[in-house]
């Protein structure tokens, strides 16, 4: 679909890129000629994805061991160069009906998605900034720097039982409207996606726990199938390249047409019992301590 150059003398940030979603949208970047940062809090994850990027596709991945929570900590990440693009992909979520939810647990969320995407984004717009100032200002025959944040399509319907990505997707929703009209001047767009089910482990283990992945999406959306990484990898190039500045402080959902069917969010889990959500916070507990297994503690 694209040319093999297209992203050549792109450098672009792409946080939580080690895994998922991020990996998949790093590896094609880095095939159309992008350099890559790429950071999250498991730096060793990190190193091994980049090794097995850089060997299958060539070109440069700095790696950054960073938890964007701590907003001071983020700005390690500019050692490496000046960015031009930036993908806030970093993200957590599980399941869980939201009375049961302690300050803790809605913290560690919201602290991943609303506080750390704004951290990132805001660092990352200040330096752009005074690189147009600095240049005497932005005009538009100069390719624009492009932000892609990763939300959900729960944004327009809510989110029951996920309520506090719901909460903290919906904000990233409308600081990508708000920065689109306030950066434009610098020559800067923001965009999100709204992709509905890709299965991922991390996803699955915490969104659907207990079951095969993409089971329940396949009866219920229009289209009976899950996404593809390739789709998402698709439509996060097209987003990122230039020739298409005037789109800009925009939401693409790309979910099956699901959650305009039937919300396509967890409103079936109603019906559960104590039981099972027992065993789904019992399956969910297991994944995160394999999680701090891998980066360790």
């Known amino acids: 679909m694209f040319r093999s150059d297209l992203l050549r003398g792109k450098r672009i940030l ?44 060539g070109g440069r991945v700095d790696t950054y061991g960073v938890d964007i929570r701590d907003a001071q900590a983020v700005d390690a990440i500019f050692a490496g160069g000046p960015l031009t693009g930036l993908v806030n992909n970093a993200a957590g979520n599980f399941i ?21 995407t704004f951290y990132v984004t805001n660092a990352v717009g200040r330096r752009w900034i005074d690189q147009a100032r600095v240049a005497g200002g932005w005009s ?20 029951p039982f996920t309520v506090p ?36 482990e991390g996803m699955s283990q915490r969104l659907n726990p207990g079951e095969a992945p993409g089971e329940r999406s396949k009866e219920t959306n229009p289209q009976h199938r899950v996404g593809e990484m390739g789709e998402l990898q698709n439509l996060a ?40 959500w ?3 916070r019992a399956r969910i507990e297991a994944q995160n301590a394999k999680d701090r297994g891998q980066r360790g503690g």
């Open 14 to 57: 792409i946080t939580g890129g080690g895994t998922g979603l991020g990996r998949a949208m790093g590896e094609r970047y880095l095939a159309l000629g992008a350099e890559l940062a790429i950071c999250g809090r498991r730096k060793g994850v990190l190193d091994a994805a980049a090794e097995e990027m850089t060997k299958a596709h």
């Open 96 to 116: 869980s009906p939201t009375e049961m939810l302690s300050p803790r647990a809605f913290d560690a969320i919201a602290n991943i998605v609303f506080h750390g």
């Open 140 to 159: 538009s025959p100069q390719p624009m720097k492009s932000v892609i944040s990763i939300i959900v399509t729960w944004v327009e319907n809510g989110g």
């Open 165 to 200: 990505s719901a909460m903290s997707k919906a904000g990233v929703a409308v600081m990508t409207k708000s920065l689109a009209v306030e950066w434009a001047k610098y020559g800067i767009r923001l965009n999100a996606i709204g992709p509905g089910e890709i299965p991922t």
């Open 237 to 276: 190039t097209f987003l990122m390249a230039d020739g298409c500045d005037w789109l800009s402080g925009q939401t693409l959902f790309m979910d099956g047409a699901h959650s305009l069917a039937n919300g396509g969010n967890f409103y079936p889990l109603r019906a559960w019992s104590d039981e099972q």
């Open 278 to 280: 027992r065993q789904a």
